[in-house]
Protein backbone atom coordinates (compact mmCIF):
# COMPACT_ATOMS: atom_id res chain seq x y z
CA UNK A 1 0.00 0.00 0.00
CA UNK A 2 1.36 3.36 -0.74
CA UNK A 3 2.50 5.20 2.30
CA UNK A 4 0.33 8.53 1.16
CA UNK A 5 -2.96 6.42 2.19
CA UNK A 6 -1.51 5.35 5.49
CA UNK A 7 -3.01 8.83 7.13
CA UNK A 8 -6.49 10.19 7.89
CA UNK A 9 -6.31 13.05 5.46
CA UNK A 10 -4.60 10.70 2.65
CA UNK A 11 -7.83 8.14 3.44
CA UNK A 12 -10.14 11.15 2.59
CA UNK A 13 -8.04 11.55 -0.69
CA UNK A 14 -8.88 8.32 -1.68
CA UNK A 15 -12.60 8.12 -0.99
CA UNK A 16 -12.25 11.54 -3.02
CA UNK A 17 -10.56 10.15 -5.34
CA UNK A 18 -12.72 7.09 -5.90
CA UNK A 19 -15.86 9.03 -5.82
CA UNK A 20 -14.18 10.70 -9.01
CA UNK A 21 -13.37 7.65 -10.60
CA UNK A 22 -16.91 6.36 -9.65
CA UNK A 23 -18.64 9.58 -11.16
CA UNK A 24 -16.34 9.39 -14.62
CA UNK A 25 -17.48 6.36 -15.08
CA UNK A 26 -20.96 6.64 -14.48
CA UNK A 27 -21.06 9.83 -16.63
CA UNK A 28 -18.89 7.67 -19.38
CA UNK A 29 -21.94 5.02 -19.51
CA UNK A 30 -24.56 7.40 -19.81
CA UNK A 31 -22.41 9.54 -22.52
CA UNK A 32 -22.45 5.88 -24.32
CA UNK A 33 -26.36 5.12 -24.17
CA UNK A 34 -27.51 8.38 -24.72
CA UNK A 35 -25.11 10.23 -27.27
CA UNK A 36 -26.35 9.87 -31.02
CA UNK A 37 -22.69 9.71 -32.22
CA UNK A 38 -19.61 8.14 -31.43
CA UNK A 39 -17.55 11.80 -31.67
CA UNK A 40 -19.82 12.99 -28.95
CA UNK A 41 -19.78 9.70 -26.78
CA UNK A 42 -15.77 9.65 -27.08
CA UNK A 43 -15.11 12.87 -27.14
CA UNK A 44 -17.17 13.44 -24.05
CA UNK A 45 -15.16 10.74 -21.97
CA UNK A 46 -11.71 12.48 -22.77
CA UNK A 47 -13.25 15.37 -21.54
CA UNK A 48 -13.82 13.60 -18.17
CA UNK A 49 -11.00 12.38 -17.81
CA UNK A 50 -9.17 15.82 -18.39
CA UNK A 51 -11.25 17.53 -15.99
CA UNK A 52 -11.83 15.03 -12.97
CA UNK A 53 -9.10 12.86 -13.36
CA UNK A 54 -6.17 15.08 -14.38
CA UNK A 55 -5.51 12.56 -17.80
CA UNK A 56 -4.88 15.37 -20.10
CA UNK A 57 -4.74 15.75 -24.40
CA UNK A 58 -6.24 12.37 -24.27
CA UNK A 59 -6.63 10.81 -27.73
CA UNK A 60 -8.03 7.54 -29.36
CA UNK A 61 -5.83 6.17 -31.85
CA UNK A 62 -7.57 3.90 -35.06
CA UNK A 63 -5.89 2.55 -37.92
CA UNK A 64 -6.87 4.35 -41.09
CA UNK A 65 -9.03 2.33 -43.67
CA UNK A 66 -6.88 4.30 -46.38
CA UNK A 67 -3.28 3.76 -45.53
CA UNK A 68 -3.47 1.53 -42.33
CA UNK A 69 -1.52 3.87 -40.47
CA UNK A 70 -2.59 4.81 -37.18
CA UNK A 71 -4.70 8.24 -36.91
CA UNK A 72 -5.79 10.64 -34.41
CA UNK A 73 -9.36 10.08 -35.06
CA UNK A 74 -11.19 11.12 -31.30
CA UNK A 75 -9.65 13.80 -29.16
CA UNK A 76 -9.79 16.09 -26.27
CA UNK A 77 -7.28 19.24 -25.57
CA UNK A 78 -5.58 18.85 -28.97
CA UNK A 79 -5.65 21.47 -32.12
CA UNK A 80 -6.10 20.39 -35.49
CA UNK A 81 -3.06 20.69 -36.22
CA UNK A 82 -2.01 18.00 -33.56
CA UNK A 83 -4.18 15.84 -34.27
CA UNK A 84 -2.69 15.56 -38.14
CA UNK A 85 0.54 15.23 -36.52
CA UNK A 86 -0.50 12.28 -35.03
CA UNK A 87 0.08 9.72 -37.64
CA UNK A 88 1.91 6.41 -36.84
CA UNK A 89 3.05 2.81 -38.70
CA UNK A 90 2.81 -0.11 -36.01
CA UNK A 91 6.43 -0.30 -35.69
CA UNK A 92 6.59 3.84 -34.46
CA UNK A 93 6.41 4.84 -30.91
CA UNK A 94 4.63 4.31 -27.72
CA UNK A 95 1.47 4.27 -29.42
CA UNK A 96 2.58 1.82 -32.50
CA UNK A 97 4.25 -0.73 -29.70
CA UNK A 98 1.03 -0.76 -27.68
CA UNK A 99 -1.19 -0.87 -30.95
CA UNK A 100 1.39 -3.89 -32.33
CA UNK A 101 2.09 -5.90 -29.06
CA UNK A 102 -1.56 -5.30 -27.58
CA UNK A 103 0.27 -4.49 -23.99
CA UNK A 104 -0.21 -1.15 -22.12
CA UNK A 105 3.03 0.88 -22.00
CA UNK A 106 3.64 3.55 -19.03
CA UNK A 107 6.08 5.98 -19.54
CA UNK A 108 7.19 7.82 -16.20
CA UNK A 109 9.26 10.79 -17.47
CA UNK A 110 8.98 11.51 -21.71
CA UNK A 111 11.98 13.50 -21.48
CA UNK A 112 14.03 10.05 -20.34
CA UNK A 113 12.00 7.64 -23.01
CA UNK A 114 14.47 7.50 -26.46
CA UNK A 115 10.98 5.96 -27.73
CA UNK A 116 8.62 8.99 -27.02
CA UNK A 117 8.90 10.69 -30.42
CA UNK A 118 6.72 14.26 -29.31
CA UNK A 119 5.08 14.28 -32.42
CA UNK A 120 1.83 15.84 -32.03
CA UNK A 121 2.45 17.62 -29.23
CA UNK A 122 5.79 19.32 -28.89
CA UNK A 123 7.71 19.26 -25.26
CA UNK A 124 7.16 22.97 -25.16
CA UNK A 125 3.10 22.83 -25.36
CA UNK A 126 3.50 20.17 -22.15
CA UNK A 127 3.64 21.67 -18.63
CA UNK A 128 7.11 21.97 -16.82
CA UNK A 129 8.07 18.92 -14.57
CA UNK A 130 7.81 15.34 -15.11
CA UNK A 131 5.19 14.34 -17.56
CA UNK A 132 3.92 10.82 -18.08
CA UNK A 133 2.70 8.99 -20.77
CA UNK A 134 0.23 6.58 -20.62
CA UNK A 135 -1.16 4.36 -23.46
CA UNK A 136 -3.58 1.18 -22.97
CA UNK A 137 -4.89 -1.15 -25.86
CA UNK A 138 -8.55 -0.88 -26.97
CA UNK A 139 -9.56 -4.53 -27.40
CA UNK A 140 -12.56 -6.48 -29.03
CA UNK A 141 -12.06 -9.90 -27.93
CA UNK A 142 -8.50 -10.94 -28.56
CA UNK A 143 -7.74 -8.49 -31.32
CA UNK A 144 -6.57 -5.16 -30.67
CA UNK A 145 -8.52 -2.44 -32.82
CA UNK A 146 -6.97 1.04 -30.88
CA UNK A 147 -5.14 2.61 -28.84
CA UNK A 148 -6.11 5.10 -25.61
CA UNK A 149 -3.74 7.68 -24.29
CA UNK A 150 -3.42 10.20 -22.29
CA UNK A 151 -0.69 13.28 -20.78
CA UNK A 152 -0.57 13.28 -16.96
CA UNK A 153 1.97 15.22 -14.60
CA UNK A 154 3.89 12.71 -12.89
CA UNK A 155 4.34 14.09 -9.10
CA UNK A 156 0.58 13.69 -8.68
CA UNK A 157 -1.21 11.96 -4.92
CA UNK A 158 -2.99 10.03 -7.51
CA UNK A 159 -1.11 6.19 -7.96
CA UNK A 160 -0.57 5.99 -12.27
CA UNK A 161 -1.66 2.07 -11.28
CA UNK A 162 -5.27 3.93 -10.43
CA UNK A 163 -4.89 5.99 -13.85
CA UNK A 164 -4.49 2.79 -15.81
CA UNK A 165 -6.97 0.77 -14.17
CA UNK A 166 -10.20 3.96 -15.25
CA UNK A 167 -8.31 3.63 -18.47
CA UNK A 168 -8.76 -0.03 -18.90
CA UNK A 169 -12.49 0.34 -18.17
CA UNK A 170 -12.93 3.61 -20.16
CA UNK A 171 -11.03 1.62 -23.62
CA UNK A 172 -13.45 -1.37 -23.02
CA UNK A 173 -16.10 1.36 -23.43
CA UNK A 174 -14.93 2.90 -26.55
CA UNK A 175 -14.27 -0.53 -27.85
CA UNK A 176 -18.03 -1.12 -27.77
CA UNK A 177 -18.79 2.14 -29.13
CA UNK A 178 -16.37 1.92 -32.29
CA UNK A 179 -17.61 -1.71 -32.55
CA UNK A 180 -21.50 -0.56 -32.68
CA UNK A 181 -20.56 2.29 -34.72
CA UNK A 182 -18.62 -0.32 -37.38
CA UNK A 183 -21.90 -2.91 -37.17
CA UNK A 184 -23.97 0.49 -37.87
CA UNK A 185 -21.69 1.94 -40.50
CA UNK A 186 -22.11 -1.80 -42.52
CA UNK A 187 -25.88 -1.48 -42.84
CA UNK A 188 -26.25 1.75 -43.15
CA UNK A 189 -23.02 2.23 -45.61
CA UNK A 190 -25.16 -0.12 -47.80
CA UNK A 191 -28.13 1.86 -47.40
CA UNK A 192 -26.22 4.91 -48.49
CA UNK A 193 -25.02 3.57 -51.81
CA UNK A 194 -28.48 1.95 -52.35
CA UNK A 195 -29.61 5.26 -51.81
CA UNK A 196 -27.13 7.14 -53.94
CA UNK A 197 -27.47 4.61 -56.87
CA UNK A 198 -31.33 5.11 -56.47
CA UNK A 199 -31.17 8.72 -56.44
CA UNK A 200 -28.76 8.59 -59.58
CA UNK A 201 -31.58 6.43 -60.94
CA UNK A 202 -33.76 8.75 -60.52
CA UNK A 203 -31.75 11.46 -62.40
CA UNK A 204 -31.69 9.38 -65.01
CA UNK A 205 -35.53 8.97 -64.99
CA UNK A 206 -35.63 12.65 -65.44
CA UNK A 207 -33.82 12.05 -68.67
CA UNK A 208 -35.68 8.60 -69.67
CA UNK A 209 -39.01 10.38 -69.49
CA UNK A 210 -40.21 9.16 -66.08
CA UNK A 211 -39.02 5.83 -66.91
CA UNK A 212 -37.17 4.12 -64.27
CA UNK A 213 -34.20 1.88 -65.94
CA UNK A 214 -30.57 2.25 -67.40
CA UNK A 215 -30.64 -0.59 -69.75
CA UNK A 216 -29.97 -0.49 -73.44
CA UNK A 217 -33.05 -2.16 -74.11
CA UNK A 218 -35.17 0.28 -72.48
CA UNK A 219 -33.21 3.59 -73.90
CA UNK A 220 -34.12 1.62 -77.48
CA UNK A 221 -37.59 2.06 -76.68
CA UNK A 222 -37.50 5.53 -75.79
CA UNK A 223 -35.47 6.13 -78.53
CA UNK A 224 -38.10 4.91 -80.79
CA UNK A 225 -40.96 6.54 -79.03
CA UNK A 226 -39.29 10.04 -79.11
CA UNK A 227 -38.65 9.71 -82.98
CA UNK A 228 -42.26 9.00 -83.76
CA UNK A 229 -44.03 10.92 -80.80
CA UNK A 230 -44.63 13.88 -83.54
CA UNK A 231 -46.04 12.18 -86.35
CA UNK A 232 -49.29 11.39 -86.76
CA UNK A 233 -48.24 7.54 -87.43
CA UNK A 234 -50.30 5.04 -85.67
CA UNK A 235 -48.34 3.33 -82.89
CA UNK A 236 -48.67 -0.32 -81.73
CA UNK A 237 -46.99 -1.59 -78.34
CA UNK A 238 -46.42 -4.51 -77.92
CA UNK A 239 -44.73 -6.88 -75.11
CA UNK A 240 -45.96 -8.79 -71.88
CA UNK A 241 -48.00 -8.30 -69.26
CA UNK A 242 -46.54 -5.72 -66.73
CA UNK A 243 -44.05 -4.34 -68.89
CA UNK A 244 -45.21 -0.66 -68.58
CA UNK A 245 -47.17 0.15 -72.20
CA UNK A 246 -49.53 2.45 -70.38
CA UNK A 247 -46.05 4.43 -69.35
CA UNK A 248 -45.01 4.58 -72.25
CA UNK A 249 -48.06 5.40 -74.46
CA UNK A 250 -48.27 8.61 -71.41
CA UNK A 251 -44.77 9.37 -72.48
CA UNK A 252 -45.44 9.37 -76.42
CA UNK A 253 -48.27 11.84 -75.63
CA UNK A 254 -46.63 14.41 -73.74
CA UNK A 255 -43.81 14.44 -76.12
CA UNK A 256 -46.29 15.24 -79.33
CA UNK A 257 -47.66 18.49 -79.91
CA UNK A 258 -51.00 17.07 -78.29
CA UNK A 259 -49.04 17.08 -74.65
CA UNK A 260 -51.67 19.65 -73.41
CA UNK A 261 -54.94 18.31 -74.81
CA UNK A 262 -56.05 14.93 -73.07
CA UNK A 263 -54.79 11.82 -72.44
CA UNK A 264 -57.44 8.83 -71.65
CA UNK A 265 -56.84 5.40 -71.46
CA UNK A 266 -59.23 2.50 -71.63
CA UNK A 267 -58.57 -1.67 -70.93
CA UNK A 268 -60.58 -3.46 -73.82
CA UNK A 269 -60.29 -6.31 -71.63
CA UNK A 270 -61.40 -5.08 -68.07
CA UNK A 271 -64.40 -3.79 -69.50
CA UNK A 272 -67.60 -6.11 -70.45
CA UNK A 273 -68.09 -6.88 -73.94
CA UNK A 274 -71.87 -5.60 -73.97
CA UNK A 275 -70.61 -2.42 -72.23
CA UNK A 276 -67.41 -1.64 -74.19
CA UNK A 277 -69.11 -0.04 -77.26
CA UNK A 278 -70.66 2.66 -75.06
CA UNK A 279 -67.23 3.20 -73.27
CA UNK A 280 -65.55 3.74 -76.41
CA UNK A 281 -68.27 5.71 -78.90
CA UNK A 282 -70.30 7.20 -76.33
CA UNK A 283 -74.20 6.60 -76.52
CA UNK A 284 -77.49 8.40 -77.63
CA UNK A 285 -80.00 8.98 -75.03
CA UNK A 286 -82.73 6.14 -75.08
CA UNK A 287 -80.59 3.84 -76.88
CA UNK A 288 -80.68 0.97 -74.63
CA UNK A 289 -82.09 0.95 -70.90
CA UNK A 290 -80.70 2.98 -69.02
CA UNK A 291 -79.58 5.47 -70.98
CA UNK A 292 -81.58 8.56 -69.74
CA UNK A 293 -78.82 11.14 -71.12
CA UNK A 294 -76.75 11.09 -74.09
CA UNK A 295 -73.20 10.50 -73.17
CA UNK A 296 -69.55 10.93 -74.55
CA UNK A 297 -67.23 8.50 -75.19
CA UNK A 298 -64.00 8.12 -74.61
CA UNK A 299 -62.86 8.70 -78.63
CA UNK A 300 -64.88 11.90 -78.39
CA UNK A 301 -63.13 12.71 -74.63
CA UNK A 302 -59.93 12.82 -76.05
CA UNK A 303 -60.47 15.00 -79.17
CA UNK A 304 -57.16 16.91 -79.71
CA UNK A 305 -55.24 14.39 -77.74
CA UNK A 306 -54.35 10.81 -77.68
CA UNK A 307 -56.76 7.83 -76.80
CA UNK A 308 -54.85 4.56 -75.02
CA UNK A 309 -56.24 1.68 -76.06
CA UNK A 310 -54.92 -1.42 -74.38
CA UNK A 311 -55.26 -5.43 -74.64
CA UNK A 312 -56.69 -4.10 -78.40
CA UNK A 313 -56.37 -8.09 -79.15
CA UNK A 314 -59.96 -8.52 -76.75
CA UNK A 315 -62.01 -6.56 -79.27
CA UNK A 316 -64.65 -8.45 -80.70
CA UNK A 317 -64.90 -8.10 -84.37
CA UNK A 318 -67.70 -5.85 -84.91
CA UNK A 319 -65.88 -3.25 -82.15
CA UNK A 320 -62.66 -4.49 -84.60
CA UNK A 321 -64.79 -2.98 -87.89
CA UNK A 322 -65.69 0.08 -85.94
CA UNK A 323 -62.58 0.99 -84.67
CA UNK A 324 -61.24 0.75 -88.13
CA UNK A 325 -63.60 3.08 -89.33
CA UNK A 326 -62.48 5.93 -87.08
CA UNK A 327 -58.64 4.95 -87.74
CA UNK A 328 -59.80 5.73 -91.52
CA UNK A 329 -62.02 8.17 -91.31
CA UNK A 330 -61.55 10.21 -88.42
CA UNK A 331 -65.65 10.07 -87.75
CA UNK A 332 -67.62 8.05 -85.28
CA UNK A 333 -71.20 7.96 -84.46
CA UNK A 334 -72.55 6.90 -80.43
CA UNK A 335 -74.48 3.81 -79.73
CA UNK A 336 -78.26 4.40 -81.04
CA UNK A 337 -77.17 7.68 -83.22
CA UNK A 338 -77.41 8.11 -86.74
CA UNK A 339 -75.38 10.90 -87.27
CA UNK A 340 -71.27 10.76 -87.72
CA UNK A 341 -69.32 13.09 -85.49
CA UNK A 342 -65.50 14.07 -86.75
CA UNK A 343 -62.89 13.62 -84.60
CA UNK A 344 -59.52 14.51 -84.47
CA UNK A 345 -57.64 11.80 -81.92
CA UNK A 346 -54.32 9.81 -82.08
CA UNK A 347 -55.10 6.38 -81.06
CA UNK A 348 -52.08 4.50 -79.70
CA UNK A 349 -52.45 1.03 -78.80
CA UNK A 350 -50.83 -2.05 -77.07
CA UNK A 351 -51.49 -5.99 -76.66
CA UNK A 352 -49.63 -8.95 -74.75
CA UNK A 353 -50.63 -10.82 -77.37
CA UNK A 354 -49.67 -12.07 -80.87
CA UNK A 355 -52.08 -10.35 -82.95
CA UNK A 356 -50.40 -12.61 -86.07
CA UNK A 357 -51.75 -15.55 -84.29
CA UNK A 358 -55.09 -13.85 -83.75
CA UNK A 359 -54.80 -13.27 -87.43
CA UNK A 360 -54.40 -16.76 -88.25
CA UNK A 361 -56.96 -18.01 -85.88
CA UNK A 362 -59.85 -15.30 -87.54
CA UNK A 363 -59.88 -13.34 -84.45
CA UNK A 364 -58.51 -10.21 -85.30
CA UNK A 365 -59.25 -8.36 -88.62
CA UNK A 366 -56.06 -8.67 -90.59
CA UNK A 367 -56.96 -4.78 -92.31
CA UNK A 368 -56.99 -3.30 -88.76
CA UNK A 369 -54.05 -5.24 -88.03
CA UNK A 370 -51.69 -3.11 -90.86
CA UNK A 371 -53.48 -0.07 -89.66
CA UNK A 372 -52.13 -0.80 -86.23
CA UNK A 373 -49.13 -2.54 -86.74
CA UNK A 374 -47.92 0.96 -89.13
CA UNK A 375 -44.92 1.64 -86.21
CA UNK A 376 -44.85 -1.27 -83.75
CA UNK A 377 -42.62 -0.46 -81.02
CA UNK A 378 -41.35 -3.90 -78.66
CA UNK A 379 -41.54 -3.29 -74.85
CA UNK A 380 -38.59 -5.01 -73.51
CA UNK A 381 -39.30 -7.89 -70.49
CA UNK A 382 -37.71 -6.81 -67.53
CA UNK A 383 -35.44 -10.18 -67.61
CA UNK A 384 -33.91 -8.33 -70.83
CA UNK A 385 -33.54 -4.91 -69.13
CA UNK A 386 -29.75 -5.54 -67.79
CA UNK A 387 -29.30 -3.89 -64.27
CA UNK A 388 -32.91 -2.50 -64.27
CA UNK A 389 -33.83 -5.16 -61.50
CA UNK A 390 -31.95 -3.62 -59.10
CA UNK A 391 -32.98 0.37 -59.66
CA UNK A 392 -36.43 -0.90 -59.63
CA UNK A 393 -36.50 -3.30 -56.77
CA UNK A 394 -35.00 -0.29 -54.66
CA UNK A 395 -37.28 2.00 -55.84
CA UNK A 396 -40.25 -0.38 -55.04
CA UNK A 397 -38.52 -1.11 -51.61
CA UNK A 398 -38.17 2.81 -50.95
CA UNK A 399 -42.38 3.45 -51.87
CA UNK A 400 -42.91 -0.04 -49.81
CA UNK A 401 -41.53 1.26 -46.96
CA UNK A 402 -42.95 4.69 -47.08
CA UNK A 403 -46.51 3.16 -47.58
CA UNK A 404 -46.06 0.44 -44.52
CA UNK A 405 -44.13 2.85 -42.32
CA UNK A 406 -41.30 0.45 -41.71
CA UNK A 407 -37.40 0.30 -42.23
CA UNK A 408 -36.20 -2.23 -44.13
CA UNK A 409 -33.59 -3.22 -45.90
CA UNK A 410 -32.38 -6.32 -48.48
CA UNK A 411 -30.04 -8.69 -46.57
CA UNK A 412 -27.24 -10.53 -48.00
CA UNK A 413 -27.58 -12.27 -51.15
CA UNK A 414 -31.24 -10.90 -52.18
CA UNK A 415 -30.38 -8.50 -54.87
CA UNK A 416 -28.67 -11.18 -56.54
CA UNK A 417 -31.56 -13.86 -55.87
CA UNK A 418 -34.32 -10.55 -57.74
CA UNK A 419 -31.33 -10.35 -60.62
CA UNK A 420 -31.23 -13.84 -61.39
CA UNK A 421 -35.21 -14.97 -61.58
CA UNK A 422 -36.69 -14.70 -64.71
CA UNK A 423 -39.92 -12.63 -63.76
CA UNK A 424 -42.52 -13.53 -66.04
CA UNK A 425 -45.17 -10.84 -64.84
CA UNK A 426 -42.44 -8.42 -65.06
CA UNK A 427 -42.15 -4.62 -63.62
CA UNK A 428 -45.29 -5.45 -61.88
CA UNK A 429 -44.77 -8.77 -60.52
CA UNK A 430 -41.19 -7.13 -58.88
CA UNK A 431 -43.43 -4.62 -57.07
CA UNK A 432 -45.79 -7.05 -55.93
CA UNK A 433 -42.67 -9.46 -54.48
CA UNK A 434 -41.49 -6.43 -52.91
CA UNK A 435 -44.56 -5.23 -51.42
CA UNK A 436 -44.90 -8.67 -49.91
CA UNK A 437 -41.23 -9.36 -48.83
CA UNK A 438 -41.38 -6.33 -46.72
CA UNK A 439 -44.65 -7.42 -44.68
CA UNK A 440 -43.46 -10.35 -43.95
CA UNK A 441 -39.84 -9.15 -42.90
CA UNK A 442 -38.80 -9.48 -39.19
CA UNK A 443 -36.27 -7.04 -37.82
CA UNK A 444 -36.06 -4.88 -40.35
CA UNK A 445 -34.64 -7.20 -42.65
CA UNK A 446 -35.43 -8.91 -46.05
CA UNK A 447 -33.54 -12.30 -46.12
CA UNK A 448 -33.02 -14.42 -48.97
CA UNK A 449 -35.16 -17.07 -47.55
CA UNK A 450 -38.25 -14.39 -47.73
CA UNK A 451 -37.61 -14.02 -51.07
CA UNK A 452 -37.47 -18.03 -52.26
CA UNK A 453 -40.82 -18.12 -50.22
CA UNK A 454 -42.44 -16.05 -52.06
CA UNK A 455 -40.73 -16.99 -55.25
CA UNK A 456 -41.67 -19.97 -54.77
CA UNK A 457 -46.06 -19.17 -54.42
CA UNK A 458 -44.93 -17.18 -57.26
CA UNK A 459 -43.57 -20.01 -59.85
CA UNK A 460 -47.32 -21.73 -59.30
CA UNK A 461 -48.50 -19.48 -61.97
CA UNK A 462 -45.90 -19.26 -64.79
CA UNK A 463 -47.39 -22.03 -66.92
CA UNK A 464 -50.78 -20.18 -66.90
CA UNK A 465 -48.98 -16.89 -68.43
CA UNK A 466 -50.51 -16.18 -71.97
CA UNK A 467 -47.78 -13.79 -72.29
CA UNK A 468 -44.93 -15.93 -73.60
CA UNK A 469 -42.00 -15.51 -74.56
CA UNK A 470 -40.93 -11.63 -75.38
CA UNK A 471 -40.18 -11.95 -79.32
CA UNK A 472 -44.02 -13.37 -79.30
CA UNK A 473 -45.51 -10.25 -78.98
CA UNK A 474 -43.59 -8.30 -81.38
CA UNK A 475 -45.90 -8.49 -84.52
CA UNK A 476 -43.94 -8.49 -88.05
CA UNK A 477 -45.15 -8.66 -91.29
CA UNK A 478 -47.34 -11.73 -92.01
CA UNK A 479 -46.10 -14.54 -94.31
CA UNK A 480 -47.72 -15.38 -97.04
CA UNK A 481 -49.14 -19.25 -97.21
CA UNK A 482 -46.60 -21.02 -99.39
CA UNK A 483 -43.94 -18.96 -97.57
CA UNK A 484 -41.01 -20.80 -96.05
CA UNK A 485 -41.57 -21.07 -92.09
CA UNK A 486 -38.50 -19.43 -89.36
CA UNK A 487 -35.43 -21.73 -89.20
CA UNK A 488 -34.65 -22.71 -85.66
CA UNK A 489 -31.22 -22.81 -84.91
CA UNK A 490 -29.15 -25.93 -84.50
CA UNK A 491 -26.03 -25.91 -82.86
CA UNK A 492 -23.19 -27.82 -84.00
CA UNK A 493 -23.47 -30.51 -81.46
CA UNK A 494 -27.04 -31.08 -83.00
CA UNK A 495 -28.83 -29.37 -79.69
CA UNK A 496 -31.68 -26.34 -80.34
CA UNK A 497 -30.52 -23.28 -79.60
CA UNK A 498 -33.34 -20.96 -78.18
CA UNK A 499 -34.16 -18.22 -80.28
CA UNK A 500 -36.71 -15.78 -80.65
CA UNK A 501 -39.01 -15.90 -83.77
CA UNK A 502 -42.08 -14.75 -85.24
CA UNK A 503 -45.24 -16.59 -85.47
CA UNK A 504 -45.78 -18.21 -88.42
CA UNK A 505 -47.53 -20.71 -90.30
CA UNK A 506 -47.22 -24.74 -89.24
CA UNK A 507 -45.71 -26.93 -91.62
CA UNK A 508 -45.42 -30.53 -91.54
CA UNK A 509 -41.21 -30.22 -91.91
CA UNK A 510 -41.34 -28.43 -88.11
CA UNK A 511 -42.63 -32.15 -86.88
CA UNK A 512 -38.71 -33.41 -86.04
CA UNK A 513 -37.68 -29.60 -84.43
CA UNK A 514 -40.74 -29.79 -81.86
CA UNK A 515 -40.01 -33.50 -80.90
CA UNK A 516 -36.43 -32.49 -80.37
CA UNK A 517 -37.64 -29.49 -78.24
CA UNK A 518 -39.58 -32.26 -75.92
CA UNK A 519 -36.60 -34.58 -76.07
CA UNK A 520 -34.17 -32.03 -74.70
CA UNK A 521 -36.73 -30.46 -72.11
CA UNK A 522 -37.96 -34.09 -70.88
CA UNK A 523 -41.14 -33.78 -72.42
CA UNK A 524 -41.84 -30.56 -71.02
CA UNK A 525 -44.31 -29.09 -73.11
CA UNK A 526 -43.58 -25.51 -71.34
CA UNK A 527 -40.42 -25.36 -71.33
CA UNK A 528 -39.90 -27.28 -75.17
CA UNK A 529 -42.56 -24.00 -75.91
CA UNK A 530 -40.15 -21.46 -74.15
CA UNK A 531 -36.57 -22.80 -75.79
CA UNK A 532 -38.66 -22.33 -79.48
CA UNK A 533 -39.41 -18.87 -78.87
CA UNK A 534 -43.41 -19.66 -78.33
CA UNK A 535 -46.26 -19.57 -75.44
CA UNK A 536 -47.34 -23.03 -74.58
CA UNK A 537 -50.40 -22.48 -76.25
CA UNK A 538 -48.83 -22.16 -79.56
CA UNK A 539 -46.66 -25.09 -78.83
CA UNK A 540 -49.60 -27.57 -78.14
CA UNK A 541 -51.69 -25.75 -80.91
CA UNK A 542 -48.76 -26.99 -83.37
CA UNK A 543 -48.61 -30.47 -82.14
CA UNK A 544 -52.41 -31.38 -82.77
CA UNK A 545 -52.03 -29.94 -86.19
CA UNK A 546 -49.47 -32.46 -86.93
CA UNK A 547 -50.89 -35.41 -85.03
CA UNK A 548 -48.32 -35.53 -82.31
CA UNK A 549 -50.17 -35.65 -79.42
CA UNK A 550 -51.22 -39.53 -79.88
CA UNK A 551 -47.51 -40.30 -80.19
CA UNK A 552 -46.25 -38.63 -77.28
Not at 112 to 121: D, I, K, M, N, W
Not at 236 to 243: D, F, P, R, W, Y
Not at 251 to 260: C, G, P, T, Y
Amino acid sequence: MDKELTSPMNAASANDRGAADLTVLHEAAKLIGHSGTPEIAITGTLRLMSQMLGLNRGRVLLPSTADGLLRIRYSYGLTEAERKRGLYSFEEGITGKVMQSGQQVVVQDVDQEPGFLFRAVDRATLPEGVVSYLAVPIMDGNLTVGVLAAHRLRMRPRAINADLVILRILATFIAQIIKINGLIDERTSHLREENQELKEALEQQQNNYGILGESAAVRDALLQITRVADTPVTVLLTGESGTGKERFSQILHLNSKRRDLPFLAINCAAIPEQLLESELFGHEKGAFTGATSSKQGKIELANGGTLFLDEIGDLNMELQSKLLRVLESQLIQRVGGIRDIPVDVRIVTATHKNLQEAVNRGTFRLDLFYRLNVFPIHLPPLRERTGDVRILARHFLLNANREYGRYTLFGKGVMERLESYNWPGNIRQLENVIKRAVLIALDGNITIGDIESILRQESVINSHLEAGQSALAQPSPLPPPESAATIVPVSSAGSIQSSARPYSWVREDEEQTLLEALQQTGGNKTRAAALLGMTARQFRYRLEKLSLTDSL
